[in-house]
């Protein structure tokens, strides 16, 4: 038992001088990219695993008709990129392999298909990887129901909290396992500095930051108070303490859930909410989701790689609407707001998808209202 706990111990010692010195690059990084002075914008396509090749394929004929004046001038460069698939991973034993992570690097932004994620074992989640090689702090998920007055934007701290040490938790045989959660000064500064500044430029009066904070009073008693912090900072926004669990409730209360605007919240629960958000809306097969950092941007759908539909054969009938919407949120990052408008203007009129039209014939009819 001793030798566990010395190496246990020798272990944590490791991962703390690690998330110290992250910590500390954190605040020390260049401006962001400025992608309106860019001359050539560069979007990487992943097609990713499941019905990652479907929506993906469908997405990029989409974007290739909308875009047809850039590419055509060379000012975007739609770039495919392959192998970040399961086998291939696996193959290579890398979450991300290598070469793929370079050809990523090379790009601005990347519009990606969803990756299947192993269970157990200790192979990172694709994800999980990108959103910390290219520093995307902010996951931004916008939810919206129009005709009930819904219009939520939830920034999901992305980098760090339950995810960054998921992998490489300590366990003793038989006996107990821990895993760990990392909140970072910096780190929760920059991610409620984005949810503010989002809620000032786009008129927003409420930001709920969202925690556990009675229970995991460390990580998440620091994230609410620096949240409350950078809240000064913005006088004409409210910001408001709300926990985590009874704020799932208070999404499916239909009497005053159109109240809440923008919501700030650790990876997890972040997670968690996000789904049942996205399933108010009409489904997760709706929703896109942006990982923002200050060099890069990766947007995907909020769902997984969907193996289930494969497996019965329906994977001609995914959804690619979450890519697509994914895409509109990668229009405006770029500075194409015309671009985006007119997307997002095809996809509302091309309505939810029906459960028995193809992946191919969605497209198509968004193709046609462009
Ligand atoms: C998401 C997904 C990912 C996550 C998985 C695929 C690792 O559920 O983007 O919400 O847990 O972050
Ligand atoms: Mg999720």
Not at 11 to 32: C, G, K, T, Y
Not at 228 to 249: C, G
Not at 289 to 294: E, K, Q, R
């Amino acid at each position: 038992m001793q030798s566990y706990i010395d190496s246990a111990v020798n272990h944590f010692r490791a991962l703390l001088e690690e998330q110290i010195a992250r910590s500390e690059r954190m605040r020390d990084v260049p401006p962001p990219k400025d992608y309106a002075a860019l001359p050539v914008v560069t979007i990487g396509v992943i097609d990713g695993d499941g019905i990652g090749p479907i929506i993906s394929r469908e997405s990029t004929r989409v974007l290739e008709a909308l875009l047809k004046d850039e590419i055509g001038a060379d000012s975007i460069v739609l770039k495919q990129i392959r192998g970040l698939t399961i086998e291939n991973r696996m193959a290579v034993g890398k979450s991300i392999p290598d070469d793929v992570l370079d050809e990523i690097k090379s790009c601005d932004v990347v519009l990606k298909g969803p990756t299947e994620t192993p269970k157990g074992g200790t192979m990172e989640s694709a994800n999980v990887s990108m959103r910390r090689e290219l520093d995307l702090y902010a996951n931004v998920r916008p939810v919206s129901v129009p005709e009930e007055g819904i219009d939520w934007t939830f920034y999901r701290e992305n980098t760090e909290g339950e995810y960054v040490l998921g992998s490489r938790g300590i366990e003793i045989p038989d006996t107990l396992c821990m895993d760990f959660k990392v909140t970072t000064f910096p780190g929760t500064e920059r991610i409620a500095r984005a949810a503010f500044e989002y809620a000032r430029k786009n008129g927003k009066q409420r930001v709920a930051i969202v925690t556990k904070a009675n229970i995991m009073k460390k990580t998440d008693g620091r994230f609410s108070e620096i949240c409350h912090r950078v809240a000064q900072e913005y006088p004409e926004i409210e910001a408001e303490d709300w926990y985590i669990d009874i704020m799932t409730a208070k999404l499916v209360n239909v009497q005053d859930r159109a109240r809440f605007q923008v919501f700030v919240l650790p990876n997890l629960y972040g997670d968690i909410i996000t789904d049942e958000a996205a399933q108010i809306q009409g489904g997760v097969g709706t929703a896109g989701s942006a990982n923002i950092g200050d060099q890069y941007a990766m947007f995907e759908a909020i769902h997984g790689s969907a193996p289930r539909m494969i497996e019965t054969g329906r994977g001609a009938f995914a959804n690619p609407a979450s890519l697509l919407r994914a895409a509109v949120m990668m229009l405006k990052h770029i500075a194409r707001t015309e671009k985006a408008a007119q997307l997002e203007k095809a996809l509302d009129a091309a309505g939810n998808k029906p459960r028995e039209m193809t992946a191919e014939a969605f497209a198509d009819s968004v193709i046609a209202g462009l």
